[in-house]
């Protein structure tokens, strides 16, 4: 098994939506309810052309993309741009074979001089992989909101995640 960790290009998107869109139709991972087709997705993948602290890195097993790791604006206010949102999501049939603790290793290296000042993740529970994944990048929960998702005839609580960068 060989994991290789890349930028994302346009050529990568369909396999990124790929990957999404399966959490989208079988997972309380992510509260969008309808998949999305690439071209839907064009305005959130040109975020990442800057290759500032907004980044999209891949990961490749074998040379199939397995799985992606993101970081994007925490909000839109400029006041807010010392912070950020990240995010990985791995191929359903990738699970389990470290590819989520590769892409943040490098994510978080290569945001390393962007004078980023905290990072943030929201995961819905319960996602105890997702928790420990964010723990062991010295993520800390700092709060829950509760039932503010409603996704598979459920309500679902999201914690809140930090991390000094």
Same mark, same amino acid.
């Given at each position: 098994?060989?994991?290789?960790?890349?930028?994302?290009?346009? !050529?990568?998107?369909?396999?990124?939506?790929?990957?999404?869109?399966?959490?989208?139709?079988?997972?309380?991972?992510? %509260?969008?309810?309808?998949?999305?087709?690439?071209?839907?997705?064009?305005?959130?993948?040109?975020? %990442?052309?800057?290759? !500032?602290?907004?980044?999209?890195?891949?990961?490749?097993?074998?040379?199939?993309?397995?799985?992606?790791?993101?970081?994007?604006?925490?909000?839109?206010?400029?006041?807010?741009?010392?912070?950020?949102?990240?995010?990985?999501?791995?191929?359903?049939?990738?699970?389990?074979?470290?590819?989520?603790?590769?892409?943040?290793?490098?994510?978080?290296?290569?945001? !390393?001089?962007?004078?980023?000042?905290?990072?943030?993740?929201?995961?819905?529970?319960?996602?105890?992989?997702?928790?420990?994944?964010?723990?062991?990048? !010295?993520?800390?929960?700092?709060?829950?909101?509760?039932?503010?998702?409603?996704?598979?005839?459920?309500?679902?609580?999201?914690?809140?995640?930090?991390?000094?960068?």
């Amino acid at each position: 098994m060989s994991i290789e960790l890349t930028d994302c290009g346009p !050529g990568d998107y369909d396999a990124v939506a790929q990957i999404y869109n399966h959490y989208v139709r079988t997972s309380h991972a992510t %509260f969008d309810v309808l998949p999305f087709s690439v071209v839907e997705r064009i305005p959130w993948f040109t975020q %990442f052309a800057d290759n !500032g602290a907004y980044r999209l890195l891949l990961a490749r097993l074998d040379g199939v993309v397995a799985g992606y790791a993101c970081s994007t604006p925490f909000k839109s206010r400029p006041a807010y741009q010392q912070s950020i949102e990240t995010t990985v999501y791995v191929a359903a049939d990738a699970l389990g074979q470290g590819i989520g603790k590769k892409l943040y290793e490098t994510l978080f290296r290569q945001l !390393g001089d962007c004078g980023l000042h905290r990072a943030y993740a929201s995961i819905a529970l319960p996602n105890d992989a997702s928790v420990r994944l964010h723990e062991a990048f !010295g993520f800390r929960q700092v709060g829950i909101c509760h039932e503010v998702g409603f996704k598979f005839d459920s309500y679902w609580d999201v914690a809140i995640f930090e991390k000094c960068l």
